[in-house]
């Protein structure tokens, strides 16, 4: 029961991903053709939300839902960030997915997903196994 509200919110999540039409292939793909400005709607929307939260979690000294302190750290440009972003974009076009949307679309009948889900995760162990030997 603890963790229900976390079940609860990511269904939601979930719900949003699929209808806003951010999970469907077709959609990710007119993205990279520069053919709908549709993603980049979606993306510069969470971008510009993010933001503002940040930045009332900030001023305000916001606690997480367990009722602790929220501290975001500063963080140093390194050309490890780039290149993990060129790698990440790749996947990305090349899979029309990101690792947020896999699920809602494991749960919306593309079991092509799955594949992409044990993916991600190798490509996670593979970053956590070679991490010291990356530029950070």
């Known amino acids: 029961m603890k963790y229900f509200k976390y079940l609860v919110l990511g269904t939601l999540f979930g719900i949003i991903l699929t ?3 951010v999970i469907s292939w077709f959609r990710i793909q007119e993205m990279f053709r520069f ?4 993603m ?3 993306i510069g ?13 900030k001023r ?8 602790e302190p929220i501290a975001i750290a500063d963080k140093k440009f390194n050309h490890g ?8 974009g790749l996947g990305w076009a090349l899979t029309g997915a990101c690792p947020g ?31 010291e030997k990356l530029p950070h």
Do not use: C, D, M
């Open 19 to 21: 209808k806003s039409e």
């Open 35 to 38: 053919q709908s400005f549709h």
């Open 40 to 42: 980049y709607g979606v």
């Open 45 to 57: 929307s969470a971008v510009v939300v993010g933001l503002i939260s940040i930045q009332l979690i």
């Open 60 to 67: 305000n000294h916001l606690k997480s839902l367990n009722g």
């Open 81 to 88: 960030v780039w290149i993990g972003g060129f790698i990440f």
């Open 101 to 131: 949307p896999l699920f809602a679309q494991l749960g919306s009948g593309v079991g092509a997903a799955a594949v992409l889900i044990l993916a991600a995760l190798a490509g996670t162990w593979t970053y956590s196994a070679l991490r």
